[in-house]
C-alpha cells in the first residue's frame, strides 16, 4: 500500500526537524466528546524523550462535562482518588503532518494505566480498539468510512459566542445541495482544508453543498475502521482551525435549527478478509447478492441499534434530529439506495456496505465504530437475520420500530443491556450510562431562548 502523502515515520521526522521544518508536535488523544486533547511539545523533546516514554495527562479528563468541569459519581476517576494521571501512549503509525498549523506535526495517542500500562478500557479509542481486534480474531477487517455534515457562517467563533450563537449569517443564503454556484462561494474555505487534509495524511474524495443554508459535506477516503476513526477527528479538527484562522465559524451539532436540515454522519462499513471483501456472495436478499456474512452483519446492527444509539447520538441536541421528512432516519429498518431509511445498502460486489444514516455530525467516531462492528459481529456470531427489506416512504411506516427519541430514553435501553455489556464491558456501560446523564441533567437545568420567547410575557 502507497504511503499516504503527510504520513511520517520517527526518523523522518527527525529530518523535518533538523531542517526546521518541524518545530512542534501535538500529542493528542480524544475524550468522550471525540475531543483532541493534549499538549504541545518541542519537536525535539519529543524526538529524544516522548517518541520513547509517550507522556501523562490527568485522569479528570475522561470523566469532565464540555466546560471542563469535573463531573461527580464516575467510578474511573473522583476528587476521593485524587485525579491522578493516565499515560498516553503515541501511536507511531497516526504520526503526520498538521498542515494546517505552521511547523506541526500531530501523533494520536492510546491512553493507559500509569501504573500497570493497560489500556484504559473507557477510553474511547480502546473501546474501538477491543472491537477491531475481536474482528480480527474472527478474520475479519472491518473498513469503513464516516460522511460528515456542518454549516459555516461569516461569523469568527469569537463574534459567534459574543452573540450567544444567535442570528449568526451562514455562508449561503439559499438551499445549495450540490449546487456549483453557491459551493463557489466558500471555495476559499474547501480548497484550503482539502489540500490540507491531503497533506496531513487524510486523502479526500470530494465536497459539495448540502441541503441547509451554508450546509456542506466533505468526504473522505474509506480506511480500516480505526485508522478512519483517527482520520474523522483529525477532519474535524483541521476544519474548525482553518476556519478559525479565516475569521469563520462551522459547526458539527447535529441539529443547528429547527428550520434547517440537521447535520449527519452517515458511516458506510464493510468486512474484508485480507484483499477480498467478505460481503459479496450468491444469496439473494431483496435485489442483493451477498453472503451470509453480509446478512448477519446487517441482522445484527439493526437489531443492537436501538440498545446502542447513545453512541450514535451522544446529545440532547442529537435527538431533535429525527424528523420526518428531514433526510434523517427516524426508523430502524433497511432498504437498497433508500435515503428514508436508517439502514441504506449500497454498492454492489466489492463494492457492497452497509450505509448507517443514524449518527449525526457530533458522534465520537470511535464510539459510533464501535457500535457498528460489535453489533454486526454479533450478528454474524448468533446469524440474526435482518428484517425484510423496506421498500418506500419509511417516515410513514408506523408499524416500524423508531428511533429513541430523547437521550434519556435511549440511555436507559444502553445501560439495561446485556449486549451492551457483553460487547464493551460493565465498566464501559457504567462510565458511558454516567457520562450521557450527566449531560442529560445539565440541559434539564438550563433555561434556553424558547422558555423566554414563550413564557417572558405571556405567561
Known amino acids: ?223 480500516d475502521a480505526l485508522a478512519m476513526a483517527d482520520r474523522h477527528g483529525v477532519f474535524k479538527q483541521c476544519l474548525k482551525e482553518t476556519a478559525d484562522q479565516l475569521g469563520i465559524s462551522v459547526t458539527f451539532m447535529a441539529k443547528l435549527s429547527e428550520t434547517q436540515a440537521g447535520s449527519s454522519c452517515h458511516i458506510h462499513m464493510s468486512l474484508w478478509q485480507g484483499e477480498t471483501s467478505a460481503f459479496p456472495g450468491t444469496k439473494k436478499l431483496g435485489p442483493i447478492a451477498c453472503s451470509d456474512a453480509f446478512r448477519w452483519f446487517l441482522g445484527g446492527w439493526i437489531a443492537h441499534a436501538g440498545e446502542t444509539m447513545p453512541f450514535y447520538a451522544p446529545t440532547v441536541n442529537s435527538y431533535k434530529r429525527y424528523q420526518a421528512g428531514s433526510w434523517a432516519p427516524t426508523r430502524l429498518a433497511w432498504s437498497y439506495d433508500n435515503r428514508t431509511a436508517g439502514f441504506r445498502v449500497v454498492g454492489k460486489g466489492p463494492s457492497l456496505r452497509i450505509e448507517c444514516r443514524i449518527p449525526g455530525a457530533d458522534c465520537n467516531p470511535y464510539l459510533a465504530y464501535a457500535a457498528a462492528l460489535a453489533s454486526g459481529l454479533d450478528g454474524i456470531e448468533k446469524k440474526i437475520e435482518p428484517p425484510a427489506m423496506f421498500e418506500g416512504d419509511m417516515y410513514a411506516a408506523e408499524k416500524i420500530p423508531r428511533i429513541a427519541s430523547t437521550l434519556r430514553d435511549a440511555t436507559d435501553l444502553f445501560e439495561k443491556s446485556a449486549f451492551a455489556k457483553k460487547a464493551f464491558g460493565a465498566e464501559v456501560v457504567e462510565h458511558y450510562a454516567h457520562f450521557f446523564r450527566a449531560e442529560e441533567a445539565a440541559y434539564e437545568k438550563a433555561v434556553t431562548d424558547w422558555e423566554r420567547q414563550r413564557y417572558f410575557e405571556r405567561i
Open 1 to 223: 500500500m502507497a504511503v499516504l502523502e503527510g504520513m511520517v515515520t520517527p526518523n523522518e521526522l527527525r529530518t523535518l526537524v533538523s531542517a526546521g521544518q518541524i518545530e512542534t508536535v501535538l500529542v493528542v488523544f480524544t475524550d468522550s466528546y471525540g475531543r483532541f486533547l493534549g499538549k504541545r511539545f518541542d519537536a525535539e523533546f519529543f524526538l529524544e524523550d516522548a517518541l520513547a516514554h509517550g507522556a501523562h495527562a490527568c485522569d479528570y479528563l475522561l470523566t469532565v462535562d464540555m466546560e471542563m468541569a469535573p463531573v461527580p459519581g464516575y467510578r474511573f476517576a473522583s476528587w476521593e482518588k485524587g485525579y491522578g494521571d493516565v499515560h498516553l501512549v503515541p501511536d507511531m503509525t497516526t504520526l503526520r503532518i498538521a498542515s494546517w498549523l505552521e511547523k506541526s506535526a500531530l501523533v494520536l495517542c492510546d491512553v493507559a494505566d500509569a501504573k500497570t500500562n493497560a489500556p484504559v478500557a473507557i477510553a474511547p479509542r480502546s473501546i474501538l480498539r477491543a472491537q477491531v481486534d475481536r474482528a480480527a480474531k474472527a478474520g475479519y477487517t472491518a473498513m469503513a468510512s464516516s460522511e460528515l455534515e456542518y454549516y459555516l457562517f461569516l461569523d469568527s467563533f469569537r463574534d459567534a459566542a459574543k452573540k450567544g450563537y444567535a442570528g449568526l449569517e451562514p455562508m449561503g443564503w439559499y438551499l445549495e445541495d450540490y449546487h456549483m454556484l453557491q459551493g463557489s462561494r466558500t471555495e476559499g474555505f474547501h480548497s484550503a482544508v482539502r489540500r490540507h487534509l491531503r497533506h496531513s495524511g487524510v486523502p479526500v474524495e470530494n465536497s459539495k453543498g448540502e441541503w441547509g443554508l451554508g450546509q456542506h459535506e466533505l468526504n473522505v477516503r474509506y480506511a
